[in-house]
């Protein structure tokens, strides 16, 4: 009976000591759905965005930020070019229209629909809608995102057919070959 009891308290010491150990990482699906709402956050409305501040590291992933680096330099490059032709009143290459959604006025809201998680990789579904046009327009996006060894990262945006490129990476290498 001593024993029972012994063995029973010594249980008891480790499941209290248990609650004083490290806390849970959020679960991967809020943790993705806060990346989302971080990118349409920062991103969602303007691209002046873009050009002002630096890529966040712990936004996108390495692919993608090298790949809207290049984007933007180039973009920065035709700006200083045309400042500098012998016609600087000419419209440079910029970002034109929403560069993270598929419509080119971009949105007015969202609405993260499902998160699905396969491995390292998950798929984010966006619903947006734009309602300042008559009748309002509605679509859906899918976010793509990568877990690397410091969390979710975004790794491309699939668009919805309505909109004229495939997906972010395509639109941005199309713009890069647009100012060469």
Not at 20 to 34: F, M
Not at 115 to 140: C, G, H, R
């Amino acid at each position: 009976m001593k024993k029972l009891f012994l063995f029973l308290g010594i249980i008891i010491l480790f499941a209290s000591c248990k609650k004083n150990g490290p806390k849970p990482s959020p679960s991967s699906e809020a943790a993705i759905k806060e990346k989302v709402n971080e990118l349409y956050t920062q991103y969602g409305k303007s691209n002046e965005a873009v050009y002002n501040q630096p890529i966040p590291d712990s936004l996108f992933s390495q692919d993608l930020k090298k790949v809207l680096d290049e984007a933007i330099s180039a973009s920065k490059a035709d700006i200083e070019k045309v400042k500098k032709s012998d016609h600087p009143d000419e419209k440079p290459l910029i970002f034109e229209g929403a560069l993270f959604s598929s419509l080119y006025e971009g949105f007015t809201s969202y609405t993260i629909k499902s998160v699905k998680i396969q491995d390292k990789n998950a798929e984010a579904l966006v619903a947006f809608e734009y309602n300042m046009a008559s009748p309002k327009e509605t679509w859906m996006d899918t976010v793509h995102l990568t877990n690397t060894k410091d969390g979710w990262r975004v790794d491309n945006i699939t668009f919805d057919p309505t909109g004229n490129s495939k997906d972010l990476k395509a639109r941005l290498a199309e713009f890069v070959q647009s100012t060469e």
